[in-house]
């Protein structure tokens, strides 16, 4: 069965600090890998996705994230955080192009501390 | 471009009663999904329309909640009766045909007394 773990439900960070924000996925082939993000009474916005290729991918505002088949793991990362990031994250995983099949985590709840 | 509009962005609703959230998709997107957020369970499917044919139901909520596509820029989900345990953010979403990216309305906040 497929699924997406996101370990860490809250995450706090002093402004300026690095961020890693963990994702691990159960999936028996290469699936489609996304990061969304959700600001305080907003719907859910792409950050960024990975299909395949370059094993790290860029997304909006400074976010990064790594795709690791062997640890079956999509995890993302921040050099330096600002207070505006604070938000709900949501790693997802789809396992072909069909949007439907699209399987959220529950999301990890980032507070930077200003 | 206008993104997904819902309406309204918070209802209060007694037990019982029969609420109807809207939802205009994304300009020429062929696939809607409903999708309900709660803290607890994250985000689970409700329903998914692929050129205003339902392709999913959602299982276990068909029994109180209807989704329907009127046509293909408008949505509505019907909850009928309502129960407290629905009180949740209802959130519409849509995406291209074949395409993975899925764009997400802003929510309906629903509180069942």
């Known amino acids: 069965a497929q699924s997406v773990t996101q370990p860490d439900a809250r995450v706090t960070v002093s402004e300026g600090a690095s961020l890693q924000l963990r994702c691990k996925y159960s999936?028996?082939?290469?699936?489609?890998l996304f990061w969304y993000v959700q600001y305080p009474r907003q719907g859910l916005q792409l950050l960024l996705k990975?299909?395949?290729?370059?094993?790290v991918v860029q997304g909006v505002n400074g976010f990064e994230a790594e795709f690791s088949k062997s640890n079956s793991s999509f995890h993302l990362r921040k050099a330096s955080v600002h207070w505006s990031d604070s938000a709900v994250y949501f790693c997802a995983l789809s396992p072909d192009t069909n949007a439907y099949k699209v399987i959220f985590g529950k999301g990890t709840h980032l507070h930077v501390l200003p | 471009d206008a993104g997904v509009t819902q309406t309204p962005r918070h209802e209060v609703a007694e037990k019982g009663q029969t609420i109807i959230l809207k939802c205009e998709p994304v300009s020429g997107h062929n696939d809607l999904f409903w999708y309900r957020q709660t803290k607890i369970q994250g985000l689970e499917l409700l329903s998914y329309f692929r050129s205003k044919s339902l392709m999913e139901d959602g299982g276990a909520f068909k029994d109180r909640f209807k989704a329907e596509m009127l046509n293909s820029s408008f949505s509505t989900l019907k909850i009928q009766p309502t129960e407290p345990k629905d009180s949740a953010v209802y959130l519409c979403?849509?995406?291209?045909?074949?395409?993975?990216?899925?764009?997400f309305g802003k929510g309906t906040r629903l509180t069942v007394v």
């Open positions: 999936y028996s082939g290469t699936p489609y």
């Open positions: 979403a849509s995406s291209n045909r074949g395409g993975t990216e899925v764009f």
């Open positions: 990975y299909y395949s290729g370059d094993p």
